[in-house]
């Protein structure tokens, strides 16, 4: 791994988190505060029911938590970001890295976005070509019999895995070929034209493939979602679209299957996030574990909030600052922070690029609730470096990991901000 910067108190790496313990000695990390990915990527199949995603995903964290075992102190708290969908992989991939899950911290927030599927809308878009796609793969699986072959060797010649069992299915999942696929595929099943009836049927599904049905064409439009009209009008004034397009378009249902499930959707709207608060096994009591190593306990007066003279216990919720308004009477008991300003993000870099940087007052209070004084903080997934920002104006060490280099450049550059703040040679 690469040293990019080392000053008295900070150090940070490019390259691969899972390497962690190569370049830092055993037990000298008192508390690892990190937002790894969230690994939607490798998840895709996971939503198909195949939990290779999942299983791939646990174990790769499971695998950095342990080299991140070895160099944090008995007792050391981690505390691991997690999206609230997923965050029972986090907390698994940490008790198989052999750290103890302690508790969640939710992090309340009021500015996500639901990603959710309009079932009303699925409904009008539906299209039922099934009967189609049947006759040209039963067309297949017959000229398939007369030569003689295999699925198994159709695959083979086209180097797939079960692709020919979905081109002659005649039950689940059938599938019509790819038209990139027909030549090759003629020749290998020995026919010299494909039947008419059936290249017209196939044509039409490849040229149909993800429109959506007649039904989807009827739906009266209305107008524009508020949100999206800005966008469009911005569109139409530059001419480059003058009607809205069918995601931002405010319609009503064509069908009555689609008018009884409208206002049905498939999730909620995002408003929390979790931190596994985790720690490594103690050795003795809490008592010894923390009068030789210094770790193993929370700062509970260091994260106190005050209201109205009263110091109130750290809780395991916390608000950003969207969710905060809402609960004015309520939130003065909890520990709050506004989402990162403009000059937060990009103070120190022009322009902060990374897609996920946290705000630095949330990362302050985590950082201070796991760090004994003067202890050392370590980011295994540092991005722009926000954790490091945080770690400092504690007045603790920082070590950080990052794989992009663009990322820790950002880094670098926002926690030399930060480090001038701290001296006192540029303002806040
Ligand atoms: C969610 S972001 C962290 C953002 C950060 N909290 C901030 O405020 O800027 C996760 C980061 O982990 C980095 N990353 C992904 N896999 C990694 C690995 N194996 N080792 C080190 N860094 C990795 C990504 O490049 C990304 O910048």
């Given amino acids: 791994m690469k040293t990019e910067l080392l000053t008295e108190r900070v150090a940070l790496f490019q390259g691969d988190a899972a390497q962690v313990a190569q370049v830092l000695a055993p037990s000298s990390i008192d508390a690892i505060v990190t937002d ?10 996971e939503w198909d029911g195949d939990r290779g995603g999942r299983e791939q995903w ?43 899950v302690r508790d969640i911290v939710m992090h309340l927030f009021g500015t996500g976005f639901p990603k959710s599927l ?20 039963r067309w297949i699986a017959e000229a398939r019999n007369r030569a003689g072959l295999t699925n198994a060797q159709i695959d083979a010649f086209f180097g797939f895995n079960g692709m020919a ?50 039904d989807w064409f009827r739906r009266p439009v209305t107008g524009t979602h508020k949100e999206a009209a800005a966008g469009q009008r911005w569109l139409a004034n530059n001419g480059l679209r003058s009607t809205p397009a069918p995601s931002s378009r405010r319609d009503i249902p064509a069908t009555d299957a689609a008018r009884q499930w409208q206002g049905w959707g498939t999730a909620l709207k995002p408003a929390a996030e979790h931190w596994i608060l985790a720690r490594k096994p103690l050795v003795g009591t809490v008592a010894k574990n923390v009068l030789v190593h210094r770790t193993g306990a929370l700062n509970i007066d260091g994260c ?9 216990w750290p809780s395991h919720v916390t608000f950003g600052e969207e ?53 050392t903080v370590l980011d295994l997934f540092t991005g722009s470096g926000t954790t490091g920002i945080a770690a400092l104006a504690e007045g603790f060490e920082f070590v950080g990991i990052e794989r992009e280099p663009e990322y820790l450049a950002l880094a670098r550059a926002r926690i030399e901000h930060a480090l001038k703040q701290v001296r006192g040679e540029v303002t806040p």
């Fill in 36 to 45: 790894p990915p969230a690994g939607i990527g490798l998840m895709d199949k």
């Fill in 58 to 100: 646990v174990a790769w964290l499971a695998g950095v938590m342990r080299e991140a075992l070895h160099v944090l102190k008995p007792g050391g708290h981690a505390l691991v970001w997690a999206l609230p969908r997923t965050s029972h992989w986090t907390a698994t991939a940490l008790e198989d890295a052999g750290f103890e």
């Fill in 118 to 137: 309009d079932v009303s809308k699925a409904i009008d878009k539906q299209k039922d070509n099934r009967e189609a796609v049947l006759a040209v793969t």
């Fill in 165 to 214: 069992g979905h081109w002659t299915s005649q039950g689940a999942q059938p599938h019509v070929p790819h038209e990139d696929y027909w030549p090759a595929l003629l020749e290998l099943l020995g026919v010299n034209e494909l039947p008419e009836a059936i290249r017209s049927l196939a044509e039409g599904l490849i040229s149909d493939k993800g429109k959506p049905g007649p």
């Fill in 304 to 312: 106190r909030s005050s209201t109205e003279g009263k110091e109130r």
């Fill in 323 to 375: 969710a905060a308004t809402h609960l004015s009477a309520e939130v003065p008991r909890f520990f709050y922070v506004a989402k990162p300003s403009r000059a937060e993000r990009h103070a120190g870099v022009g322009h902060n690029f990374h897609p996920t940087v946290k705000p630095v007052g949330l990362m302050r209070w985590l950082c201070r609730l796991v760090t004994p004084p003067g202890g």
